[in-house]
């Protein structure tokens, strides 16, 4: 009975050693493919996109030493119908969906209404530690909550909006 199970831990300890060896070797050569041209692997496609992600923070020029300058800054550039210039105040992988939304509030001809909401927050709250900030405003006839968040950039030391 004691000489089955260790046959039987043999043959699974066998496959797990297997298993293992079959995923080291297959990335191995996943590698050396793509070093030769071949077709990326998720792993690679993921470690290029948070470099250039990486790279996009670093080199992010927009946002403000404070998050109300940030936002004062945003809405400014949303009063000139600037949809470009207010969109690079979000974080870099938000700014080109950013674009197409202020281009439809500024063709709805909302842009000021909007700037006027995000001029009036009655709350500030900012987690030091987190490197966020939220500017809140209740609206009593729509009864909800309107909140603005804000990210540091840890780079620049910029502040940049991550959601409105």
């Known amino acids: 009975?004691?000489?089955?199970?260790?046959?039987?831990?043999?043959?699974i300890l066998v496959i797990i050693v297997a298993f293992f060896v079959y995923r080291y070797v297959g990335d191995k050569m996943a590698f050396a493919r793509i070093?030769?041209?071949?077709e990326p692997t998720r792993a690679r496609q993921y470690i290029a996109y948070e470099k250039n992600l990486i790279d996009r923070y670093k080199n992010d020029i927009y946002g403000s030493p404070t998050p109300e300058g940030t936002?004062?800054?945003f809405v400014e550039a949303l009063k000139k119908e600037d949809v470009t210039l207010a969109a690079n105040y979000f974080i870099p992988e938000k700014v080109k969906q950013m674009e197409e939304d202020l281009k439809i509030i500024v063709s709805n001809k909302r842009a000021d209404e909007v700037a006027?909401?995000?001029?009036?927050?009655e709350e500030k709250n900012c987690l030091g530690y987190m490197a966020k900030c939220t500017f809140s405003t209740y609206y009593v006839e729509k009864k909800a909550w309107s909140h603005t968040e804000l990210i540091l950039n840890k780079y620049t030391q910029k502040w940049l909006?991550?959601?409105l």
């Open 116 to 121: 006027k909401e995000m001029s009036n927050y």
């Open 1 to 11: 009975m004691k000489n089955k199970y260790i046959r039987w831990g043999g043959v």
């Open 71 to 73: 936002l004062a800054q």
């Open 35 to 38: 070093d030769k041209g071949g």
């Open 161 to 163: 909006i991550e959601s």
